[in-house]
Structure formats: structure tokens, C-alpha cells
């Protein structure tokens, strides 16, 4: 089995994820609601904004964090939305663990292994 057969594998196995099944149904819920799609465009777009202006420089005001974090609020209120970033959260931690035995594999450090002690 080619190295591009297994990583056709791996993607399989994760579109059969449990997270993945979740994701998907949460992003269907999120579609047919147009509060809650709403809440998260204009959370998603105010941090895009603040980002690029981060990226060009420019610092964020203590008006600018208290306007982001109403914003989330907001769109957090909305239990479809909510359930929506968890799902997203739980995917991406597979995605991130999946990663990071890939990332194993190639280097044979585990990630668990804690350079520097502590």
C-alpha cells in the first residue's frame, strides 16, 4: 500500500469519526437557522478584521477586545452556535492528535515527551 493509500485511509477514518459526524450535523443546523449563521458571520468576520489589522500593525483597543468578546457572547447565546464551536473543538483535536502521530512517526519523538523536564 502506497504512502498516498494510507493517508486516503486515514482521511476515510476520520470522515467516520464520531467528531467529524458531529461537525457536520451541527454546520446542517447552523445552515438552516439564520440567527445562528448570522451570530457566527459576524463573529467570524470582526475577528478576520481584527486580525488583518493585527497583521498590519495595527494595535487592538481595550474598545475593540470588549467589542469582540460582546459579539461572542452573543453568538455564544445561541445553543445551536454553541454547539457548533464545540463540535468544531472536539473535531480539531483529533485532527491535532492525528497530527502529532504523524508527526511522531516521522521524527520517533512521542508527543507526550517532555523535552526540558518540568
Known amino acids: 500500500m502506497s504512502i498516498y493509500d494510507q493517508a486516503l485511509d486515514l482521511g476515510r477514518g476520520i470522515a467516520r469519526s464520531e467528531e467529524y459526524g458531529m461537525l457536520q450535523k451541527s454546520e446542517q443546523a447552523i445552515s438552516a437557522e439564520p440567527n445562528a449563521s448570522k ?13 488583518r489589522m493585527r497583521m498590519q500593525g495595527q494595535d487592538l483597543t481595550e474598545e475593540h477586545m470588549k467589542m469582540l468578546k460582546e459579539v461572542e457572547e452573543k453568538a455564544m447565546a445561541n445553543g445551536l452556535v454553541r454547539e457548533y464551536y464545540e463540535a468544531r473543538t472536539h473535531f480539531h483535536e483529533i485532527v491535532d492528535r492525528v497530527n502529532a502521530k504523524i508527526q511522531e512517526g516521522i521524527t520517533g519523538i512521542s508527543p507526550d515527551h517532555n523535552c526540558g523536564g518540568g
Open 39 to 51: 451570530a457566527i458571520s459576524e463573529f467570524q468576520n470582526l475577528q478576520q478584521s481584527y486580525y
